[in-house]
């Protein structure tokens, strides 16, 4: 990086951090509220005293200070005159040591230290300096990584687990031990079965994501009763969370790419259908506070660099509440032009100031220590890993087990005993972590043999002790995957196998086994398991992602019958093959038939996979029956909405206004329907009822099908429930043209309910 380069980075991050330390002081970033203070820590580093608000009258008193000389603690001003006055009172050097995660404060002013960089990816996490735990609070509850959170597909779900981390942060934060602004959640899309980082998220489908973002952000930031604050800009939030990275940012390490020089070359096609739309829906739907731009360039420009990405389409189209952020510690981020921020100093630190600056939010001020690490959290934790189990084979129904019949377990392989790999990355110190074998004590004898001395499995030899104890027992429970050795920040996959002599170690014991064999698998990314698929000696199939802190417990809990696994895969799980058909640093999500390109994700690849996107069975079976539905929509064009061309194939029929643009209109387009979901099996179990939208067959390159909702019901056996839907047309049965205009075609379209279970056309006109 060029000497000026460094510098100008410099002077964006003093811009940022200016921002920054402004909302640690207890105000919002860029008009949003941050109740109360971090600014009451009197170092950089959390010193566990408890916090005041930065205009405490009685902490500048301590100071020997006295509030009422500075005018930006003055209430009776207006937001404008009190961030002149803080500005205008701080010397450059001072503005300079606001530089960094570690903004330095200003003691003369009586602004403290703030350490901004927390993150609570799924639940408090230490990663981030601001941080940490001690005797007082020493642990967090660790929630299931996100990947297997998503799997449940339940927005409340998500959204429960948002609040009850930021309830976790807001008592620590009280007692000096984390910040008040976490830079989670990730929300890139899973464009390739190899990113290492696929754990962090929740998986490859970009509306399912964004709803992921929404409501975890929403959990995270929301203060009760202020959701619907009359002036978005000063909603005040329960802590600040960073929708991360932006955008198209997806390759951490593969083959020597690396992520901080790669060079996403990526079609405005692609961008605006795909690797942005979790972002906006982040914004304009979760009204987040802040996102992070990434490492990577996108056809040639740094990401924290490109006016149009970060500006015109965050500031300007989706209208961002908040603050855009950069790793600032990092050489790598190249900025050209600090003006694209278009903020001055002034209007940054006045946007911070315009609600009810160093107000506190009295709801939060008594949480303390027994608000971490709660029962209920505990409990949620394992809520969730049961939620996020998919049973992915069941032959016979083979599983439940009963404690009757199973009274001896042989458990074996190298996730038998599974702590930090459930755990995962950006994680905390658990409050406790209970293993498989741990949890399945609970039901039955376990015979444990590691068959693996790890999950890299190079020797053999551990295979026979495991075989031995499978032939003994009433039932064998092999648990095999892969960790973060194998999938991480900074390591994407080679292939899509299990490592080493696990798959050996899968077969010889099934071969053996005395009694029904049930393979468990942990891992973010889908594992090419064709031949345990396909294996009659293996009965059954659980993956469970990374669990979290309560894994073991969970799984025993879905093996054992007391809960009935409804999770559904959140990402396709591909043939081995399918990644030697493209290299992980091609873009493109669709085909490319001349290339051979096969395509990403279940929107555009059509050929077989081991597991499809969104699979996932139940001890129970479930009908559907599509009780009322739109089947048209005649749509009344306004004087001045014109059609709009679209793409067709050469031999496709192309209606006459083959579509209307849909980005900055309003049309009366409601479609909707109500399935009613049939339990008709003899346990009570929770289905997900996803829906999907195919376009008029005919126009050029479109999807096959994409996500446009997805309801997880609960039906009691015998049972029914009815779920209603409801769509905007314009919104969920739009398709992104070449020239990336969002359009709405006419003609029929196709409404499918779970893989094709139900489908009924919805024909549009215009008119
Ligand atoms: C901080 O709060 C904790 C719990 O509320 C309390 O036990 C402790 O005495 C407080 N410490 C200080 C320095 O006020
Ligand atoms: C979805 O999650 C919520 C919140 O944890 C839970 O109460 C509810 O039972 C879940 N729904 C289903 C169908 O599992
Ligand atoms: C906010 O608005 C939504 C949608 O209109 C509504 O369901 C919710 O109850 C409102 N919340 C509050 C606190 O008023
Ligand atoms: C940023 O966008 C706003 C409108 O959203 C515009 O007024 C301003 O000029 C833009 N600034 C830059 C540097 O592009
Ligand atoms: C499981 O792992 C923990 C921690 O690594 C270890 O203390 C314990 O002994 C192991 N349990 C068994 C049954 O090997
Ligand atoms: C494999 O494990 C056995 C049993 O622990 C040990 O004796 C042997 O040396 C190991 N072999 C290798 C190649 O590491
Ligand atoms: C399932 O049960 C049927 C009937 O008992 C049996 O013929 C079949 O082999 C079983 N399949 C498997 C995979 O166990
Ligand atoms: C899959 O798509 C390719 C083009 O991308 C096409 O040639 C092929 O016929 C499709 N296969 C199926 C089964 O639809
Ligand atoms: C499906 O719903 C319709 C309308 O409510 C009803 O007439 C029909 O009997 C239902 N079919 C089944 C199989 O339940
Ligand atoms: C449909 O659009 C209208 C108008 O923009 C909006 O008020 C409504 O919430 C939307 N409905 C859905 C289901 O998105």
């Known amino acids: 990086m060029h000497a000026v380069e460094r510098k100008m980075a410099k002077i964006f991050c003093s811009l940022i951090f200016l921002c920054c330390l402004v909302l640690s002081t207890g105000a919002r970033v860029n008009h949003r509220i941050l109740s109360s203070s971090t600014l009451g820590l009197d170092d950089a580093t959390p010193t566990g005293s408890n916090f005041t608000f930065v205009c405490d009258p009685a902490r500048y008193s301590s100071l020997g200070l006295e509030a009422s000389n500075f005018a930006f603690c003055d ?94 942060a807001r008592a620590m934060y009280n007692l000096g031990r984390a910040g008040l602004t976490y830079w989670s959640p990730n929300i890139n899309v899973v464009r390739d079965p190899r990113w290492g980082r696929a754990i962090e998220t929740p998986g490859e489908d970009p509306y399912v994501v964004g709803r992921y973002a929404v409501n975890y952000v929403r959990g995270l930031q929301d203060v009760e009763g202020s959701e619907n604050y009359t002036d978005p800009n000063s909603r005040p939030l329960k802590v ?262 696990q798959t050996q170690l899968i077969n010889q014991v099934a071969s053996v086994a005395n009694g029904p064999v049930v393979l468990v698998l942990m891992s973010a990314g889908g594992v090419d398991i064709s031949f345990a698929k396909r294996n009659e000696n293996i009965k059954s199939i659980l993956w469970v992602g990374y669990p979290g802190e309560e894994g073991g417990n969970a799984i025993a809990d879905v093996i054992f019958g007391k809960y009935n696994p409804g999770g559904r895969l959140p990402l396709t799980w591909h043939e081995a093959d399918y990644v030697d058909m493209l290299p992980m640093t091609s873009m493109p999500l669709r085909p490319i038939d001349s290339l051979g390109y096969p395509g990403r994700t279940y929107k555009f690849f059509n050929g077989s996979t081991v597991y499809p996107f969104g699979y996932g069975l139940s001890y129970t079976q479930f009908t559907y029956n599509l009780t009322s539905s739109t089947r048209s929509l005649d749509i009344k064009l306004e004087k001045y909405q014109y059609c709009h061309d679209l793409g067709y194939k050469s031999d496709s029929f192309k209606p006459s206004c083959p579509s209307i643009r849909v980005d900055n209109s309003e049309y009366n387009d409601r479609i909707e329907f109500e399935v009613e979901v049939q339990n008709v099996g003899t346990k009570d179990g929770s289905e997900v009822v996803i829906v999907y939208a ?48 969002s359009v709405l075609p006419s003609g029929g379209h196709t409404i499918m309910i779970g893989d094709d279970i139900i489908s009924f056309p919805v024909h549009i006109k215009f008119c």
């Open 75 to 168: 209430t009776s001003m207006s937001y404008e005159v009190r961030a002149m006055d803080l500005v205008n009172q701080m010397t450059l050097t001072e503005k300079v040591h606001q530089l960094g995660n570690k903004a330095y404060g200003v003691p003369r002013l009586g602004l403290a230290a703030y350490e901004w960089w927390s993150e609570a990816l799924h639940g408090v996490s230490n990663v981030g300096p601001g941080t940490f735990f001690d005797d007082l609070i020493p642990g967090s509850t660790s929630f299931p990584t996100v990947i297997t959170t998503a799997a449940a597909f339940n927005e409340s779900l998500w959204k429960v687990i948002g609040q009850a981390v930021s309830t976790e």
């Open 694 to 741: 195919k376009p008029p067959e005919g126009i050029d390159a479109s999807y096959i099908k994409q996500v446009i909702g997805f309801q997880r019901v609960f039906v009691p056996a015998g049972g029914s429930e009815k779920v209603k839907f409801e769509f905007n047309a314009s919104k969920s049965l739009q398709v992104v043209d070449f020239d990336a205009y």
């Open 240 to 501: 600040s969370s960073c929708c991360k990275h932006y955008a198209a940012y997806d390759v951490d390490n593969w083959k020597g790419v690396e992520r901080y020089t790669f060079d996403a070359r990526v079609s405005e096609q692609d961008m605006v259908e795909t690797f942005l739309r979790p972002f906006e829906m982040c914004v304009k739907d979760g009204d987040v506070s802040s996102i992070m731009c990434s490492y990577n360039r996108v056809n040639g420009i740094p990401t924290c660099a490109d006016p149009k990405l970060l500006n015109q389409t965050i500031r300007g189209d989706w209208d961002l509440h908040g603050y855009i952020v950069s790793d600032c510690d990092s050489l790598q981020v190249m900025v050209d032009d600090h003006k694209w921020l278009g903020d001055t100093k002034e209007d940054a630190v006045a946007q911070t100031l315009k609600a009810g600056f160093f107000d506190g939010i009295p709801q939060y001020n008594s949480f303390g220590k027994n608000d971490v690490c709660s029962k209920e959290n505990i409990e949620l934790a394992t809520e969730a890993a049961r939620e996020g189990t998919v049973l992915l084979k069941n032959e016979n129904n083979s599983l439940p087990f009963s404690i009757d019949k199973v009274k001896t377990l042989a458990v074996v392989g190298p996730h038998s005993n599974a702590t930090s790999a459930m755990i995962g990355n950006y994680a905390g110190i658990p409050c406790q972590i209970i293993t498989p074998i741990d949890g399945l004590s609970k039901f039955a004898k376990v015979d444990y043999q590691m068959g693996c001395s790890d999950v890299a499995c190079k020797n053999e030899s551990f295979i026979f002790p495991a075989m031995e104890a499978a032939k003994k027992a009433d039932a064998t429970i092999i648990f095999a995957g892969i960790d973060l050795s194998v999938e991480a920040e900074s390591l994407d996959r080679d292939d899509l196998l299990l490592p080493g002599y």
